[in-house]
C-alpha cells in the first residue's frame, strides 16, 4: 500500500521542539487509563518524523497499542510503511479506535484486537489473527503493563504481585512464544523496559522487578535467537506521558510527574517511538541485538 503523502497542514515546527512541563491539571483515572481523559493529552503524531520507507511491506504487532508508547509507535510504524494490529484491554476500545483512525491516516490498516496478554490463549489468537488477516508477522512490539505503586511491601497484595508479573512479563513470554512461529530471519522483537528495571523503584517494588525482568529476558531470548537471524532489543524509558501515570498516582503528584528529570519534564510517546522504529528496522539496527536503550531526559547514569 502507498503511503499517504503529509499534508502541508502537517509541516514540522520550526525551532527547538516544545513538549508541554509540569505543573500539569491534578487528575487520576480508574484504571486502566484512557488517554482521551488525559489532560494535556499525550502527543503521538511526530509531526516532525518523515517516513522513509524503513518497514514498507511489513507487519507489526504492538501490545497496549491503544494508547501512550504503543499508539505512537504504531503510527511511526505505518508511517514508515508498516501494516500495524494492536492488543489492548476491552475497556481500552475507544482510545483503541483513535490509534486505528491515526495508522489509517498514515495510509496503512490497523487490527483491532481485544484482550488480555496475561492468557496465553488470548496471545496464541492475537498472533494467529495477524498472521491471516494482516499477512505475515515481521514485527513484535511487547509493550502492555501494569503499574501500582504502594508505599510499603506489606501494601502488595499477593494478587497485585500475580497482575504485574502475568501482564508485564509473562503476557512477554507469551507473546514472543507465539509469534516465533511466524518470525523469519530479518524479524524482530522489541520490548518495552523501564529505568526502573534499572535502578528500582521503592513504592514499584512488583513493577520494577518485572522490568528488571524484561530487560534480562531480553539479553537471554536475543542470545537465543542469534543464529535465526532474529533480533531482540529493549527500549528502556524514564518518565513518559501516558495514562499508566495518572490511573496510578494520587492527583497531586501527577501534576508534577517528570519533573525531578534534568529536562523537568516527563516525555511525549512521539519522542520515544523513534527508537522503535530504529530497532525494528534492518536499515538501521541489522547489527544490534540484545541491547536495552534508555531514554532518560539528560539522566545519565542509568545502572
Known amino acids: 500500500m502507498m503511503q499517504k503523502a503529509q499534508t502541508a497542514s502537517e509541516s514540522p515546527p520550526q525551532g527547538p521542539q516544545q513538549e508541554p512541563k509540569p505543573p500539569f491539571p491534578e487528575q487520576h483515572q480508574e484504571k ?17 518524523y518523515r517516513g522513509a520507507g524503513k518497514l514498507n511491506g511489513k507487519s507489526a504487532l504492538i501490545t497496549g497499542g491503544d494508547s501512550g508508547i504503543g499508539r505512537a509507535v504504531a503510527v511511526l510504524f505505518a508511517r514508515e510503511g508498516a501494516q500495524v494490529a494492536i492488543v489492548f484491554l476491552p ?11 491515526a495508522v489509517q491516516h498514515e495510509g496503512q490498516g490497523c487490527l483491532l484486537l ?21 499477512g505475515g508477522l515481521d514485527i513484535l512490539v511487547n509493550n502492555a503493563a501494569f503499574q501500582q505503586h504502594q508505599k510499603n511491601l506489606e501494601d502488595v497484595s499477593e494478587e497485585q504481585w500475580d497482575r504485574t508479573f ?6 512477554y513470554f507469551y507473546m514472543a512464544r507465539a509469534a516465533l512461529r511466524h518470525l523469519k530471519p530479518g524479524s524482530a522483537i522489541i520490548n518495552t523496559g523501564s529505568i526502573t528495571g534499572l535502578q528500582g523503584n ?17 539479553k537471554s531470548l536475543a542470545q537465543n535467537l542469534v543464529e535465526r537471524q532474529i533480533r531482540v532489543n529493549c527500549v528502556a524509558p524514564g518518565p513518559v506521558w501516558t495514562p499508566l501515570n495518572p490511573s496510578d498516582k494520587p492527583a497531586e503528584e501527577v501534576a508534577e510527574f517528570g519533573q525531578d528529570t534534568p529536562y523537568q ?30 531514554l532518560l531526559g539528560g539522566e545519565t547514569t542509568a545502572a
Open 32 to 48: 486502566p487509563g484512557i488517554e482521551s481523559k488525559l489532560k494535556p493529552r499525550p502527543r503521538y503524531r511526530a509531526a516532525g
Open 91 to 101: 475497556e481500552e476500545r475507544d482510545d483503541a479506535a483513535e490509534t486505528q483512525r
Open 202 to 218: 521503592k513504592k514499584l517494588l512488583d513493577y520494577a522487578a518485572t522490568k528488571g525482568a524484561i530487560h534480562a529476558f531480553t
Open 166 to 171: 502475568k501482564t508485564n512479563i509473562y503476557g
Open 265 to 294: 519534564r516527563p516525555a511525549q510517546p512521539e519522542e520515544v517511538a523513534p527508537a522503535f522504529v530504529f530497532f525494528a528496522s534492518e536499515i538501521d539496527s541489522s547489527y544490534i541485538t540484545g541491547e536495552v536503550l534508555t
Open 114 to 134: 481485544p484482550g488480555d496478554v496475561t492468557d496465553p490463549a488470548f496471545c496464541r489468537s492475537a498472533v494467529d489473527d495477524t498472521v491471516r488477516e494482516l
